[in-house]
């Protein structure tokens, strides 16, 4: 079985002018950063063209990334200023609103009850073993494939800071020091954002499955 390169490695190879570990990359990140850009700009199109603009900075860039971040950590960091640019610009030329702002809820929410286990998520938002009802017996089981399409909802229906920091501490590893680094929040700030996005879920996945 061939190993799984490291980000590290691809960058070196990158930097060597290597196409091949550029079409690695892409294909390890590409999705991760398409689903998180789609919770800062209008629509999947500004979504893929904010995706697009952060792979052509980081071919023009990578030679003054110093690493003292991770590539994971840069790459969403580049993003952010992608999606933010690109969302303006729709917004300004008529083109949408900002996922979140219609149908969601106040990003004011209270926050009761104890925090959904952040290792429950894969990288794909679904659960990596089958959720156990709370409260119930074992056997009372729901597979993570039945649960998978609630918990996209619930995703969705976090406001957009809440689900942006619960996407990359949750699906995909980041720590919350590197969150802090990637949106521009403080720790503390980060903490109470995924606290509060998890407790959601967890309330919004509970109704789902006593209603199950």
């Known amino acids: 079985m061939r190993r799984v390169e490291t980000d590290a490695e691809l960058l070196g190879r990158l930097r060597d002018g290597d196409e091949d570990a550029f079409v690695i990359l892409v294909g390890r990140y590409q999705q991760p950063m398409l ?101 119930e017996e074992h056997e009372d089981r729901l597979d993570a494939a039945t649960m998978a399409p609630f918990l996209k909802v619930a995703l969705d229906n976090l406001p957009p800071r809440q689900r942006q920091v619960v996407l990359l501490r949750d699906l995909e590893g980041l720590s919350g020091s590197e969150v802090c680094d990637v949106l521009g929040v403080s720790a503390g700030n980060q903490r109470l954002l995924l606290h509060r996005g998890r407790n959601q879920l967890r309330r919004d996945l509970e109704t789902v499955v006593r209603r199950g």
């Open 35 to 135: 689903r998180f850009a789609r919770t800062m700009v209008p629509s999947h199109a500004v979504a893929e063209e904010a995706v697009q603009d952060t792979w052509m900075g980081v071919v023009r860039g990578i030679e003054q990334f110093e690493g003292r971040s991770s590539l994971r950590t840069w790459l969403f960091r580049i993003l952010v200023n992608r999606a933010q640019s690109a969302g303006s610009s729709e917004r300004r030329s008529g083109g949408g609103i900002a996922p979140g702002s219609v149908g969601s809820r106040p990003a004011d929410q209270t926050d009761e009850g104890p925090a959904v286990e952040p290792s429950f998520f894969d990288r794909r938002g679904s659960w990596i073993e089958p959720v156990v009802r709370w409260g």
